[in-house]
């Protein structure tokens, strides 16, 4: 299941691919979650070691085209794709990296992307989405370009196998390009009516119980994309397992069974500039293990900035997440009033569903002395929490992969997670493995679970300093740097490569 790091052929240009990255959100030009994040640092990984990437996504209205530099990209001219029976037109935007072989390019529909948020509810997502995919294809062919391999990710660009196999098998263009789909999260199926088999154009005969199309009675680009696309991954070995079971699968563990052998976990990356306690351009004092004291300057400083009556030398732990179910915050709910006689101090740090928002600031209203609430997207903050704090908590129901958990690892920041996914991946819990333990990890989903958790690790962290330290700087010493993973990738596209290669001599010999 999980791919062994596989040595890369350096820079022997026949070995470099062309790869086509297709993602609905990439930093630095917008972002929601961590998908952003890994659509810029796994391509500009990759075009690091030679290959060749144009990545596509949607200009949103949010992108700002000045500020980024964003060219319009005339040569193409005017483009239209059918869509819903009528021709739709796009235009297309681009920017090349400097000195490096990688483009993106944005495609252009203000009917569509001039939103007030990128992701709706509106009753068009599917055709924007479509729109996106469909377009990007045109783009190409415009640019008579065609990649080694299509890297999709998630619902929003799932349907791009279903069209190379059935709307493309007749031009040779694509006809060597191989798919690999990546599901950053199952819990987004990209579920719709069956009338949307017909706006995007594609064969209705395909949509009967439990076929292709089918997912429940709706049409699930995701769960399309499943079935079509030559090679899945997802991003945490732990995640592939756990989606293949009825708990996590979100429906789609049974389609997943049927391609076990083709579905593969590799772990994200961490943009280890941005995230390293040595460089952070968002913390007062750069720390390393050999100049541990500047941790707790970083922590006086967050505690200044948040809550100043808060006690630096009580133990403090920091929450930063996206507040949603899945994120396991309701736990808190009976965790906190278990320790709010105890000396723990919470700072907490997150923008999302209302109910959680208003949970965490009434905790913070109700014990001021205890809780201090932040809510909003305040990326210095995150960071300034992710270096101040001694511990970091992430209770989550599902994680597919996780990035608090490893930036909080390497800044000594020792988390306390569920056993699940990524974070299962990344925490060793220190009672489960004392020789390698570099945090706490429990593992069924309830308060009583996460309460003996934080005891046993308050207890190391007053009574065993040294112990505590140790945990510490094994988080620190932890490689979660991007190389590793896009070294895994490139294996992952190279088997995407053969396995499409396979099918065309098969076809021929029919
Ligand atoms: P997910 O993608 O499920 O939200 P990840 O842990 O993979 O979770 O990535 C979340 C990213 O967003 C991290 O970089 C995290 O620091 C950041 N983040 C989440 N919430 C906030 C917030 N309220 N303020 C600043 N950064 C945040």
């Not at 009528?86 to 495609?107: D, N, Q, S, T």
């Not at 908590?393 to 597919?400: D, I, N, T, W």
Request: a neutral charge; charged letters at 25%.
């Amino acid at each position: 299941m999980f791919l062994e790091s596989a040595g890369q052929s350096g820079r022997d240009e026949s070995s470099m691919l062309s790869i086509c990255f297709v993602t609905s959100e990439c930093t630095p030009f917008v972002k929601t979650g961590g998908l952003a994040d890994v659509s810029e640092a796994l391509p500009k990984a990759m075009a690091r070691s030679g290959h060749r990437v144009k990545v596509f996504l949607p200009l949103y209205k949010q992108i700002d085209r000045t500020k980024h530099r964003l060219q319009p990209l005339p040569s193409l001219g005017q483009k239209t794709v059918t869509l819903a029976g009528r021709l739709e037109p796009f235009a297309v935007w681009m920017r090349k990296e400097p000195r490096l072989p990688l483009e993106f390019y944005f495609i252009d529909c203000p009917r569509y992307f001039h939103r007030d948020s990128i992701y709706t509810n509106d009753s068009d997502e599917d055709e924007r989405f479509l729109l996106f995919q469909k377009a990007t294809l045109r783009t190409l062919e415009g640019l008579r370009w065609a990649p080694d391999i299509f890297h999709c990710n998630d619902w929003q660009t799932a349907l791009i196998p279903v069209f190379l196999k059935e709307t493309y098998s007749e031009i040779p263009l694509f006809s060597r390009s191989a798919t690999l789909l990546t599901i950053h999260n199952i819990g987004y199926k990209g579920s719709f009516s069956p009338e949307t088999i017909a706006k995007a154009g594609l064969p209705m005969d395909r949509y009967f119980p439990g076929g292709p199309f089918e997912f429940f009675q709706t049409f699930s680009f995701l769960k399309a994309g499943i079935v079509y696309a030559d090679v899945l991954s997802t991003v945490s070995p732990t995640y592939a397992l756990e989606i293949q079971t009825p708990e996590y699968g979100s429906g789609l563990d049974g389609v997943l069974r049927t391609r076990a052998k083709d579905l593969f976990g590799i772990l994200n990356g961490i943009d280890t500039r941005t995230w390293n306690p040595r460089t952070d351009p968002f913390i007062p004092f750069h720390y390393s293990a050999r100049r541990l004291q500047n941790k707790a300057r970083n922590k006086a400083v967050l505690i200044e900035r948040t809550q100043p009556s808060f006690d630096c030398t009580l133990p403090t732990i920091g929450l930063v997440s996206r507040l949603a179910y899945q994120k396991g915050v309701d736990l808190l709910e009976t965790v906190l009033p278990a320790f709010v006689d105890k000396p723990v101090q919470w700072i907490f740090l997150g923008t999302g569903e209302e109910r959680y928002e208003a949970f965490l600031r009434q905790a913070a209203e109700r014990y001021p002395h205890r809780v201090h609430t932040c809510i909003g997207f305040n990326n210095e903050l995150a960071h300034l929490i992710t270096a101040g704090c001694d511990l970091f908590l992430m209770p989550s129901r599902y994680e597919p992969c996780g990035l608090n958990q490893m930036y909080s690892l390497n800044y000594g920041t020792v988390p306390v997670v569920r056993k699940t996914g990524g974070l299962a991946d990344t925490v060793i819990d220190i009672d489960e493995n004392p020789d390698r333990g570099n945090g706490f990890a429990f593992v069924r989903f309830s308060p009583e679970a996460l309460i003996d958790k934080l005891h046993y690790a308050l207890r190391i962290f007053v009574e065993e300093p040294a112990r505590w330290r140790q945990i510490m700087l094994r988080g620190m010493s932890e490689d979660f740097s991007w190389d590793r993973s896009a070294r895994q990738y490139v294996e992952l596209y190279q088997r995407a490569v053969s396995k499409k290669q396979a099918s065309q001599v098969l076809q021929t010999q029919n």
